[in-house]
């Protein structure tokens, strides 16, 4: 297709004011991403430089591509899941001249459209969540690669393939692990998720969540947030796992641990959060009670066998919105949300622009110092990198100052006496 400049495919341009409302709304709650905004708009250090995303499109990331664009970018984005597209928030960034393609409920073909128009004219940069903007760069259009000067990544599956791949020494330019930096991972996926993901359930679902036996497969950053803040709800939390210290971590921190084959036949409401595929399958839903709902928060839509639900079942029907209900042949019911699709960003609105605030302000960052290097002709080799974790602090403390908190300082006789080796006790 032809590159056009501001060209957009969103579902209704007429929602564009209703997103601007959303789009402010979440600005009033990013102090941080706004104060880089305000600290970079006039040295326009993006000036030249085009950034193609592909990352939910949500009110907190119209806020990070306004701010990209606003310190002189050229921006094209696309979003990173069919289901997870806030079309009042797309309108609002196409009427305001970005280059957008995404919709709510895209099919596959249409996903991938939508990436191939982000990068019809190629990109310096590229920011990805779950890798699939890098991956179709990399399979389909290598040669791109000559042209963009690096990337990013903010998933942890992303991050993960990301990894490999640059140990099989396949990957073509360099990318910043966004997601791994400690005010991302410690943060978005445990407290984002941790509400979102309850926030999700509740809206698709609207059932008491004190009471229910609530399974959560996988106790690592996101998981661990949703398993507290379901326990803060009054459910019994009990968690699955493959791993044995994050299995003993659970076990310490208050919850049962059981395998998903005991879990099954126990829980009401279930939650993946695992990033692994098939983790609840045929033998699984076979085992649960009538009327237990199953979710999934961890990567795409591959968590949960639906393929195999679909096969054991007599029937399917909606029956709320983002809530499907399957009759298995046993004459058992199960409910299952957002079609096993994120249902923190399919049902609800994806994190709080609070936490999302941190994990852009990571993006923002990255995304500068490829700049800087590129200008200042240091040689980016492909290859994962590391956020520094001096920015961790820095990002933190200017969270802690828009929220009015104050932290102390060591003295200059502590700092010599964490390192003397001499001082003894
Ligand atoms: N919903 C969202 O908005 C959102 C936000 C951030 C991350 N994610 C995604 O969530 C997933 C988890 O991310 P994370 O940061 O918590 O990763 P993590 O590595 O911290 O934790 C994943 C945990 O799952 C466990 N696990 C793996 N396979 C399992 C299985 N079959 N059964 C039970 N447990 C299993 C692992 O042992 C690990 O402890 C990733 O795919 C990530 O990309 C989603």
């Known amino acids: 297709m032809d590159y056009q400049e501001g060209a957009y495919k969103v579902k209704d341009l007429s929602l564009a004011d209703a997103g601007r409302r959303k789009i402010e709304w979440a600005e009033s709650r990013m102090p941080v991403l706004l104060r880089l905004r305000d600290e970079f708009r006039d040295q326009k250090p993006f000036e030249g430089y085009k950034i193609t995303g592909c990352l939910h499109v949500t009110k907190e990331t119209a806020v990070l591509i306004e701010t990209f664009r606003e310190c002189g970018a050229e921006v094209s984005w696309s979003g990173c899941n069919p289901l997870s597209t806030n079309d009042e928030v797309a309108a609002a960034l196409a009427k305001n001249g970005i280059e957008i393609y995404a919709w709510y409920g895209q099919s596959v073909e249409e996903f991938y459209w939508s990436i191939e128009r982000t990068i019809d004219k190629p990109p310096h940069l590229t920011l990805d969540d779950g890798a699939d903007l890098i991956f179709t760069v990399h399979k389909d259009h290598p040669e791109m690669a000559d042209h963009i000067v690096g990337g990013s990544e903010e998933t942890t599956t992303g991050v993960h393939r990301l990894r490999a791949m640059a140990d099989d020494g396949k990957l073509l330019y360099p990318v910043f692990a966004v997601n791994d930096a400690e005010t991302k991972w410690d943060f978005d996926n445990v407290y984002g998720t941790g509400q979102s993901t309850l926030d999700g359930i509740l809206r698709a679902t609207s059932v008491l969540i004190a009471g229910k036996n609530f399974v959560v497969a996988g106790y690592g950053h996101c998981g661990r947030g949703v398993a507290m803040r379901a326990k803060g709800m009054g459910a019994n939390v009990i968690v699955t796992e493959v791993k044995a210290t994050a299995a003993l971590k659970a076990t310490l921190e208050g919850f049962r641990v059981m395998a998903m084959d005991e879990a099954a036949e126990v829980g009401d409401i279930f939650v993946t959060a695992t990033g692994m595929k098939d983790v609840i399958r045929g033998d699984h839903f076979v085992r649960m009670r009538d009327g237990a709902i199953v979710s999934n928060t961890g990567h795409y839509d591959v968590e949960l066998n639906l393929q195999e639900l679909a096969e054991l079942s ?112």
């Open 314 to 425: 007599s029937d399917t029907r909606i029956v709320r919105d983002d809530c499907r209900e399957y009759t298995l042949e046993n004459g058992k019911r199960i409910f299952v949300l957002a079609d096993g699709r994120l249902v923190n960003l399919a049902a609800a609105e994806g994190h709080p622009s609070e936490v999302m605030d941190m994990s852009f302000a990571n993006q923002f960052m990255a995304h500068l110092n490829l700049v800087r290097m590129h200008k200042d002709g240091e040689s980016l080799e492909p290859r994962i990198i590391d956020m520094p974790p001096e920015l961790d602090q820095e990002i933190a403390g200017i969270k802690l100052e828009t929220m009015g908190l104050s932290i102390d300082t060591l003295t200059s006789e502590q700092e010599a006496y964490a390192t003397d080796y001499s001082a003894g006790t």
